[in-house]
Antibody, heavy 112, light 109 residues
């Protein structure tokens, strides 16, 4: 069974960079799948942020592309998200996923 | 870019009734890559159905999924009180991007 777990700060200041890591178990990051980040502002719908392949090739949502960086660490079976220049609009639950396998999510609040 | 449109936006039904939720894709998609989720307030989305018609582990058999091409449905045969929630469809594809419907809120009538 594939399991994913998000980790990272729950509070980020405006204009700073949000950083999250997803630790994968039950599957190798190098197994040939795309690994993704999804977010959901409180009370709103789901938004795909981007995906990364184990080779490091990335695919980003065009609406966030200028601020997003994803990376993968195959030695730790982890992948990561960085979102720069955050504002209150980036306050959301952030989920890491592989297809229909999702982590439990982590709330990141952007506030001074 | 594939767009998923869910209907209705809100569905008002009573416990014991049958619910049919629709998810329409802007172009034909593989039935292998269509999933349904249930979300209750304060909780993460819960996987119900994957690959159009396969129930996830622990999902009651009153939940069923079907469809092909551009039209997909989630059916709840007899609504239980705990089924009232928001439901999302997702296309996860062989391409790297994900697409989500805007959600259907299933509320008690």
């Amino acid at each position: 069974q594939v399991q994913l777990q998000e980790s990272g700060p729950g509070l980020v200041k405006p204009s700073e960079t949000l950083s999250l890591t997803c630790t994968v178990s039950g599957s190798s990051i190098s197994s040939g799948h795309y690994w993704a980040w999804v977010r959901q502002p409180p009370g709103k719908g789901l938004e795909w942020i981007g995906s990364i392949y184990h080779t490091g090739r990335t695919y980003y949502n065009p609406s966030l592309k200028s601020r997003v960086t994803m990376s993968v660490d195959t030695s730790k079976n982890q992948f990561s998200l960085k979102l720069g220049s955050v504002t209150a609009a980036d306050t959301a639950f952030y989920y890491c996923a592989r297809g229909f396998y999702w982590g439990q999510g982590t709330l990141v609040t952007v506030s001074a | 870019e594939i767009v998923l449109t869910q209907s209705p936006g809100t569905l008002s039904l009573s416990p014991g009734e049958r619910a049919t939720l629709s998810c329409r894709a802007s172009q034909s998609i593989s039935s292998s890559y269509l999933a349904w989720y249930q979300q209750k307030p304060g909780q993460a989305p819960r996987l119900l159905i994957y690959a159009t018609s396969n129930r996830a582990t622990g999902i009651p058999d009153r939940f069923s999924g079907g469809g092909s091409g551009t039209d997909f449905t989630l059916t709840i045969s007899r609504l239980e009180p705990e089924d009232f929630a928001v439901y999302y469809c997702q296309h996860y594809g062989t391409s790297p991007g994900y697409t989500f419907g805007q959600g259907t809120k299933l509320e008690i009538k």
